[in-house]
């Protein structure tokens, strides 16, 4: 197989735009349809509109807590300052879970287009691209939106760009820069650290597990320090390990989706790896260790959906490409694994299709355009009126995420103290559509009859599709 520099960029593009028609456009048409819940989307939104360089720790009333309390996001504080140049947060954030796993390509294809000693390199460049683009990990988190472990692909596979060519520089800055995405990453570096001092490579084990030394002590034990509390985040983790693995085991019975979405992740691998044991080529072990701490983070505590997966696919990938002079991938097997690809996600694209063809017909969400029109009109009351503390429905919170002081019905709230009086409530009617998660329909219908008894309520709307008032109230769960 021949493939030219044009034609690759040529497959890279057609890749990246079908990305975007079966799976970003009805990620964001859902988006429209007040489809996604407070959590992620309307906390990270919050964040993205409230975080700056001179406010990095803003009060987040999406989760009732500060931003540093829970995650230590420094890029997502960096790049929030350009969310004004968006329609709104939340399109910013699906925009970018579609751009870093594209981008992530790129650092894989700069590496080798130019190489003669990797064998099957354009079958190998081919299947990179897919799998990169479309790995069952990718999928799922962008359907989930949005998240630093999605954008993370990026700086990961910059990371093994600068490891593969050996650039001492490439890969400290690329560190630095992928340790800015989420607090875990350090845990995976600093084992590629220590196996290579433990080989006497002195200055990249030292350096790099400075670096990620410092980044650990910094978020484990500073920030909870000047922070005076933060999120409990896996202390639990050392003890299940070491004194109740089996519990670990345990904990899979009956949790099949898990189970089966972990084999989702290797399955495009089996044909690869056919050849490559038949031809006696081995994955790249000197890189093997950066994934111990992304399996571990996502074993123990059973977390394979969503988006979890897609930083640990792109950890697996540095691992597996084989990159090997004498390895031959005949086109059968190249085929087979972009079956297996395209196949794995076959219900999530036939999801985006429907959405596309037939918006409002779904079943949780569907973009009817009265009941659109309806809760865009009380969005944008509450939008005009920025004063006052809102109780908001989970699933209108991430169209909201430019007010300040919108609360979740519901919200298993970190610190209650911090909730209501509120002035005004917003929720689409009960036994319509939406997202109730952790609520039901009778608890909406119960929260409803108190609104409308309460004596200081001034009811804005109150149609077939959402009720808006205005008053002090103080029931939310």
């Not at 007040?34 to 939104?45: E, L, P, Q, R, T």
Request: proline letters at 7%; aromatic letters at 16%.
């Amino acid at each position: 197989m021949n493939l030219t520099k044009k034609q690759w960029w040529s497959l890279y593009g057609a890749t990246a735009f079908l990305l975007f028609i079966l799976v970003t456009l009805p990620v964001l048409l859902k988006f429209a349809a007040y489809c996604f819940h407070n959590y992620d989307m309307g906390i990270y939104a919050q964040i993205l509109h409230k975080t700056s360089l001179i406010h990095p720790n803003p009060f987040l009333s999406s989760m009732s807590l500060d931003k540093l309390t829970d995650h230590f996001h420094i890029f997502l504080g960096i790049i929030a300052s350009i969310s004004n140049f968006f329609p709104s947060p939340g399109s910013m954030g699906i925009f970018l879970d579609y751009l870093f796993p594209v981008l992530s390509v790129l650092p894989f294809y700069y590496l080798i287009k130019d190489r003669e000693d990797i064998g099957s390199k354009n079958q190998i460049l081919i299947f990179a691209t897919a799998y990169l683009i479309f790995n069952r990990g990718v999928i799922s988190a962008i359907h989930y939106p949005f998240h630093q472990d999605l954008w993370a692909t990026f700086p990961i596979l910059l990371f093994g760009h600068f490891y593969f060519k050996k650039n001492f520089w490439g890969m400290i800055i690329s560190a630095l820069f992928l340790i800015t995405f989420k607090e875990v990453f350090p845990f995976a570096l600093i084992m590629v650290a220590a196996w290579h001092f433990l080989r006497k490579d002195y200055k990249l084990g030292l350096s790099l597990g400075a670096i990620c030394g410092f980044w650990i002590v910094l978020v484990w034990v500073i920030r909870p320090y000047l922070l005076g509390t933060t999120l409990p985040k896996g202390e639990g983790f050392i003890r299940l390990l070491f004194f109740e693995p089996w519990s670990l085991v345990v904990q899979y019975k009956g949790r099949g989706d898990q189970v089966r979405r972990f084999f989702e992740f290797l399955l495009p691998w089996i044909p690869i790896y056919y050849y490559a044991i038949k031809q006696k080529v081995q994955p790249n072990w000197n890189l093997a260790p950066i994934i111990i701490a992304p399996f571990l983070l996502n074993f123990i505590p059973v977390m394979w959906r969503h988006h979890y997966g897609a930083p640990f696919c792109a950890f697996l990938f540095l691992i597996l490409i084989p990159l090997k002079p004498n390895f031959h991938l005949p086109k059968k097997g190249l085929v087979v694994s972009l079956l297996i690809i395209f196949g794995l996600n076959g219900g999530l694209f036939s999801k985006g299709i429907k959405r596309l063809i037939s918006p409002t017909t779904t079943k949780l969400c569907p973009a009817i355009p009265a009941r659109i029109t309806a809760l865009d009109k009380a969005s944008a009351y509450l939008r005009d009126n920025p004063k006052g503390k809102a109780l908001v429905m989970a699933h209108i919170m991430p169209n909201l995420a430019t007010r300040d002081h919108i609360y979740q019905v519901g919200l298993p709230a970190i610190s209650e103290k911090k909730m209501g009086p509120f002035q005004y409530v917003l929720i689409e009617k009960p036994r319509k559509f939406g997202d109730r998660y952790p609520m039901h329909d009778r608890d909406f219908e119960r929260l409803l009859a108190t609104w409308k008894n309460n004596p200081s309520a001034q009811i804005i709307i109150d149609d077939e599709w959402v009720f808006l008032a205005k008053g002090t109230f103080h029931a939310f769960k």
